[in-house]
């Protein structure tokens, strides 16, 4: 069910633009961004925790043909995990993947020539470069420790290995663009994004149904526009 969400709003997004019927003439953007990333798993059963703490930069393409609608592709580095959550305990741990993404979305804009509002929405394909584990104490002991025994917490996580490196899953953003002249414009970016794959196994003898990353991104990009 999953994958044929994806698939539909994929074709969606695509052709969107294609619906405008009024002449503009295109234009042709490049530029980069970086900022900060707030992010968890949506583990099933559920796992207490925070949003965890992460960077995110990359690179963008910027493709507009019809008057208020367009294409824009990224490439970025991402980090996304989770970080648990103790009560009255010093005890810390955090997980977190570091992702290439490859969002392609609908650009939708309005505005001014000197200010403009957007949101994007498309979906996005992940791969995992690479993970590691923060954590104060052995949490590979973790069922033996006192602190635990007494506790009916989930800690399997801790110490599970990641099944799937590749990601996909819907974004969708909204933001505000300042042109500061004809070639060159600064942009703030919310953007939210949703996965659609399991981070661990998820069949019917393991722990877990589901453990799915949602996270949140701000970032400050640059567009200098080619055409």
Avoid at 2 to 16: D, S, V
Avoid at 148 to 156: A, C, G, K, L, S
């Amino acid at each position: 069910m999953r994958r044929i969400i994806f698939l539909l709003t994929a074709a969606m997004l695509t052709l969107l633009p294609l619906t405008a019927q009024t002449h503009y003439e295109g234009s042709i953007a490049v530029g980069g961004k970086a900022g900060m990333s707030l992010s968890r798993v949506n583990f099933n059963p559920t796992v207490q925790q925070t949003m965890s703490p992460g960077f995110t930069a990359g690179v963008m393409f910027r493709y507009v043909e019809e008057k208020n609608f367009g294409l824009i592709a990224e490439l970025n580095m991402t980090q996304r995990g989770w970080k648990e959550a103790f009560d009255k305990s010093e005890y810390k741990y955090s997980h977190q993947f570091t992702y290439l993404e490859l969002p392609v979305m609908t650009h939708i804009y309005f505005g001014s020539n000197r200010v403009k509002g957007f949101f994007n929405l498309g979906p996005e394909l992940n791969v995992m470069l690479g993970h590691g584990i923060k954590s104060n104490f052995e949490y590979q002991e973790a069922e033996i420790m006192e602190y635990f025994i007494n506790d009916p917490r989930h800690i399997e996580q801790m110490a599970m290995e990641v099944e799937n490196r590749l990601d996909y899953g819907i974004c969708a953003g909204a933001g505000m663009e300042v042109n500061l002249n004809a070639r060159h414009s600064l942009l703030l970016e919310g953007r939210f994004y949703y996965g659609l794959t399991d981070i661990f196994p998820n069949h019917k003898t393991d722990v877990f149904s589901g453990s799915n990353s949602m996270s949140i991104t701000i970032t400050l990009g640059y567009f200098y526009r080619l055409k």
